[in-house]
């Protein structure tokens, strides 16, 4: 199937541990997004990478930190979980300049104990 | 700052009563509106996109409309399957690629 996916869609851990995210897609996008929403359903934008180059970075604090090792991957490395840092993060991928199709994965929720 | 606000926060209507979502916006330039479906554990799914003021789009029991200032999602004669959350965002004409969400509708269709 194509789509966008991301493991674990599940994530449960103790404060100040560090944890991945892995994202693929298979569409032949060339951009790819991390999108964080919190628990009032609120979406928002942490990253933006095109060709494996970074264009967006929303004021994200320095533990969070994406790696594109090509352009079908985007992942998101948190070091020092924090409390603060539960949430769905979704992985997301659209062509260049094609603003409005992003296509989102499933989702990894994160709790922070 | 581009800003997204979608009223109401939620709504339930009974199967067959139509009713429309609101999303307000202010955009430095609006590139695009678009509308998202989410249903819950999922992933939003893109619904539509609009661009100009007057523009509609209509996709079985949807119809997304744009004016300056606000967009409407109309729901003629829901269906239970309709349930889920409703995003709105905006894309910027100037600058990056990102999307500013609204935080959703959540619409509830009672059989």
């Known amino acids: 199937d194509t789509a966008v996916s991301q493991t674990p869609k599940y994530l449960v851990t103790q404060m100040g541990n560090d944890k991945s995210i892995k994202c693929e897609q298979n569409l032949g996008h060339d951009t790819m997004y991390w999108y964080k929403q919190d628990s009032k359903k609120f979406l928002k934008i942490m990253f933006s990478y095109n060709n494996k180059e970074l264009i967006i970075n929303e004021t994200v604090p320095n533990r969070f930190s994406p790696k594109s090792p090509d352009k079908a991957h985007l992942n998101l490395h948190i070091n020092s979980l924090e409390l603060g840092d539960s949430a769905v993060y979704f992985c997301?991928?659209?062509?260049?300049?094609?603003?409005?199709?992003?296509?989102f994965g499933p989702g990894t929720r994160l709790t922070v104990l | 700052e581009d800003q997204v606000t979608q009223s109401p926060e939620a709504l339930r209507l009974q199967e067959g009563e139509s009713s429309s979502l609101n999303c307000s916006y202010t955009v430095s330039g609006l590139r695009g509106l678009f509308w998202y479906r989410q249903d819950p554990g999922k992933g939003p799914e893109f619904l539509f996109t609009?661009?100009?003021a007057g523009e509609e789009k209509e996709k079985e029991r949807l119809k997304a409309t744009l004016t300056k200032k606000e967009s409407f999602l109309h729901i003629t004669a829901p269906k239970p399957e309709d349930s889920a959350t409703y995003l709105c965002a905006v894309g910027a004409q100037f600058g990056n690629e990102k999307l500013t969400f609204g935080t959703g509708t959540r619409l509830t269709i009672i059989p």
């Open positions: 997301a991928s659209s062509r260049q300049g094609n603003l409005g199709l992003p296509f």
């Open positions: 609009l661009y100009s």
